[in-house]
Nanobody, 128 residues
Framework: QVQLVESGGGLVQPGGSLRLSCTASGFALEYYVIGWFRQAPGKEREGISC????????YFADSVKGRFTISRDNAKKTVYLQMNSLKPEDTAVYYC?????????????????????WGQGTQVTVSS
């Protein structure tokens, strides 16, 4: 059974940092592209970052570029999203998602429709 579980969310002050984890089970993570998305109340789900399977190429939305980094540890079946210099507008539920590298399309790497499996999400709140 394919499963993705996010963790590491919480309340942080503006300018602070958090590291989110996405732990996979039921499939071979090393063959999958992993994306991070977020959804704030009343807004559409936004793709913010992804990391490819074979060469670990990373992509970032302009809204987080320079502040967030993504990495993967296939041995631990975990992908990390390091979030620095957090802003109140980063407040959202954060989701990770997976798609097999064979099925992944470059044009859809930061689009929700490009992924087949989703976690349940973790809340990140940036507030003083």
């Amino acid at each position: 059974q394919v499963q993705l579980v996010e963790s590491g969310g919480g309340l942080v002050q503006p300018g602070g940092s958090l590291r989110l984890s996405c732990t996979a089970s039921g499939f071979a993570l090393e063959y999958y592209v992993i994306g991070w998305f977020r959804q704030a109340p009343g807004k559409e789900r936004e793709g913010i970052s992804c990391i490819t399977a074979v060469d670990g190429t990373t992509y970032f939305a302009d809204s987080v570029k320079g502040r967030f980094t993504i990495s993967r540890d296939n041995a631990k079946k975990t992908v990390y999203l390091q979030m620095n210099s957090l802003k109140p507008e980063d407040t959202a539920v954060y989701y990770c998602a997976a798609v097999h590298s064979y099925s992944a399309r470059a044009s859809q790497l930061l689009l929700p429709g490009g992924y087949d499996y989703w976690g349940q999400g973790t809340q990140v709140t940036v507030s003083s």
